[in-house]
């Protein structure tokens, strides 16, 4: 009995230890560079799927293998800079599953032009929110904060914030580095100090109370109670209206709809009438950039 009971113990925690809390698929791409040392980025993708997915990022809660969060991070490098700096972008994408479903709502898709960093081929990268000043694994890990801050939004009423909180502190701590994409008085309104400072802003509590709403109490539900799903999906985007009429260019808000554009379109296409036209007409105001892909909304059928 003793052994069987050691047995299982040993299962648990192994199914456990393993799993950490990301799923991050990682490519590192360089059609671009004309360069025999290729090699240099297959140990760099290496390093940062290692980073991704061995981190320990939440404080203690304990992930299952099949629990994990489906991700992917793209790097392309475009310029190699020197030896060991380089010079590219970075497209992030994150997804949840839905209740009962075959089906991932996209939950990220953000793609990050200001993009350079230091690597050293077998270079190991390590994060501690503390200390790390390193632009390659900060960039990393703020991302890695984002894709969990919006995971844990999307099944309890704000359960982001400690995720949100950490990128903030993150963006602090980088205050000091020449790299772009920190500062709040760089011209890209959307660049990692005005994204985080929005996740954590009050005034953007409505955006972030939707990750919850849409996910958990309409997609959830709508694979069963198909339009009850759509109007309290509905009812979510109603409710960015005040933020959109308080803050017009709120980077956040571009976020969102960078991410749902396509999936509001499929849902609301095949929506009652009613909320199909007040559905576009609301997506028309405070989602201005896919006023012509949201057209596709009143030719769907119900």
């Known amino acids: 009995m003793r052994k069987l009971l050691l047995l299982f113990f040993l299962i648990t925690l192994f199914d456990y230890s393993i799993a950490q809390e990301l799923n991050c698929q990682v490519q590192v791409l360089t059609p671009r560079i004309q360069s025999s040392d290729k090699k240099i980025y297959a140990t760099l993708q290496q390093a940062i799927f290692d980073l991704v997915n061995n981190t320990k990022w939440t404080t203690s809660d304990k992930f299952k293998t099949e629990e994990k969060i489906e991700c992917s991070m793209q790097i392309e490098v475009t310029e190699r800079i020197s030896n060991d700096e380089f010079r590219g972008n970075i497209q992030v994408t994150s997804r949840r599953p839905v209740y009962k479903s075959s089906y991932n709502s996209p939950l990220l898709n953000i793609k990050d032009d200001d ?8 270079q190991n990268l390590e994060f501690n929110l503390a200390t790390s000043n390193v632009n390659l694994v900060a960039v990393v890990a703020y991302y890695a904060m984002l894709i969990l801050g919006t995971d844990y939004d999307s099944y309890s009423m704000l359960g982001g914030s400690e995720y949100f909180q950490k990128a903030q502190t993150l963006v602090a701590n980088m205050q000091s580095v020449a790299d772009k994409g920190w500062k709040s008085y760089e011209p890209n309104n959307r660049n990692r100090y005005w994204l985080a400072e929005n996740f954590n802003n009050p005034l953007y509590k409505p955006i972030r109370q939707l990750y919850y709403n849409y996910h958990r109490k309409g997609l959830d ?31 956040l808000m571009q976020t969102l709809f960078d991410a749902k554009a396509e999936e509001v379109i499929n849902i609301f296409s095949g929506a009652p009438a009613d909320i199909k036209t007040q559905a576009k007409e609301t997506l028309d105001l405070i989602n201005p950039s896919n006023t012509a892909r949201y057209q596709a909304i009143l030719s769907g059928k119900n």
């Open 115 to 122: 993009f350079t960093f230091r690597y050293i081929e077998f």
């Open 221 to 251: 539900i709508m694979w069963e109670k198909k339009d009850p799903g759509i109007r309290v999906i509905a009812e979510s985007i109603e409710s960015l209206k005040r933020v959109h009429m308080d803050k017009p260019l709120s980077p």
